[in-house]
């Protein structure tokens, strides 16, 4: 494995308190994002135009409030988050969630 690899592999994720998801990668990095903040991340069908890319989601339909109710593992790529509000169809790849981590 390269070190450009053990930077999308995450090793622990957990939720640190209430408002935020920690994800400890390979490389030995810290990410902490804001759980309502990757829930308007959504890149799923239903929360983005799938040809333009733009978001259709109407981000004031989200609570303040909102929390992932389920993480679960996609293959070896990606988690699913299951959130408080019902939405269930959003996955995360670790690339992904690498990337929104330094954009911040
Ligand atoms: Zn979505």
Do not use: K
Not at 18 to 31: N, Q, V
Not at 45 to 66: F, K, N
Not at 84 to 97: M, P, W
Request: hydrophobic fraction near 40%; glycine fraction near 4%.
């Amino acid at each position: 494995m390269s070190s450009d690899d053990a930077a999308f592999v995450p090793t622990r994720i957990r939720q640190a308190d209430a408002r935020h998801l920690a994800i400890s990668w390979a490389d030995g990095h810290e990410s902490r994002y804001e759980v309502r903040a990757l829930r308007l991340a959504c890149r799923c069908a239903q929360c983005v135009d799938e040809w333009s890319g733009a978001r259709t989601l109407d981000t004031a339909t989200v609570a303040d409030d909102v929390q992932p109710r389920n993480l679960s593992s996609v293959g070896r790529y990606a988690i699913r988050i299951d959130w408080s509000d019902g939405h269930d169809t959003g996955i995360y790849s670790f690339r992904r969630l690498r990337e929104l981590d330094t954009a911040v």
